[in-house]
């Protein structure tokens, strides 16, 4: 039973309540949804006032206070755009294409955030072309593909009230015979891990494969052609 802010439980809502025996244990279970209001804010926490009370016992005994800590949440979206070259892509022709990540998140902020991709085979990163905000913290190992970005700590509420941290960097390809009516693969593998600092949950993200086919100019037009 539901009033306000309190849940009612008794013996006819859950059995186990009908009797208590001495050092009886039991569990009773509830979900709640936070407000948006209130999730906007900082370092939200929610308080459970556990107490309960019986026939024998009409005063209420309360139990320990819980704390819930309300983690926020982090994104992790891509986009690609046709830079230079052939378009659609075209057998034997070079096609240069930027890719894009945005990290955003809500009101805490993370810490020691990682993103790390791959750059596949017969696809080649122009180092220069990589954002200069970023640069720095930007590592790519030529003879893997992979390219790792240490974002850091991911400031609250960044894509909203202070920038959302972009990655951009430029990629090109010479596509082969073997690649017709395909979309080429740009950067894939994509995946960003952090800690938030208030309530020390770990985030994983990963996302799908970035190609041509994501295009704006619609998926046709990153496909393959002779």
């Given amino acids: 039973y539901v009033q306000d802010q309190t849940i009612t439980w008794n013996g006819s809502s859950t059995p186990l309540l009908e009797q208590l025996n001495p050092r009886q244990t039991g569990t009773v279970k509830f979900q709640f949804q936070v407000s ?3 999730a906007e804010g900082d370092n939200v926490v929610v308080k459970v006032k556990p107490r309960i009370k019986s026939n024998q016992n009409s005063t209420f005994i309360s139990g320990a206070d819980l704390e ?20 659609p892509p075209k057998v034997g022709t ?3 294409f930027q890719v894009q990540l945005s990290l955003t998140n809500g009101t805490n902020d993370y810490q020691d955030g990682l993103l790390v991709g791959y750059i596949p085979v017969g696809v080649n990163l122009d180092n220069n072309s990589i954002i200069a ?24 509420r960044s894509g909203s009230t202070v920038p959302a941290r972009i990655l ?9 015979s073997s690649q017709v009516n395909k979309p080429i693969i740009l950067f894939k593998s994509t995946t960003f891990t952090g800690t938030e600092s208030f309530t020390s949950k770990k985030a994983n993200l990963t996302i799908d494969a970035i190609a041509t086919d994501s295009l704006l100019d619609g998926s046709q037009a990153g496909r393959v052609v002779n």
Avoid: C, M, R, Y
């Fill in 36 to 38: 948006e209001q209130i």
């Fill in 68 to 87: 819930i800590k309300i983690s926020s949440a982090v994104n992790l979206e891509s986009n690609v755009e046709h830079v230079s070259g052939s378009l």
């Fill in 94 to 96: 070079s096609s240069s």
């Fill in 133 to 156: 905000a970023e640069k720095n913290l930007v590592k790519f190992d030529s003879s893997t593909g992979k390219l790792t970005w240490q974002v850091g700590t991911l400031k609250a």
């Fill in 168 to 176: 951009k960097f430029i990629v090109t390809t010479t596509p082969s």
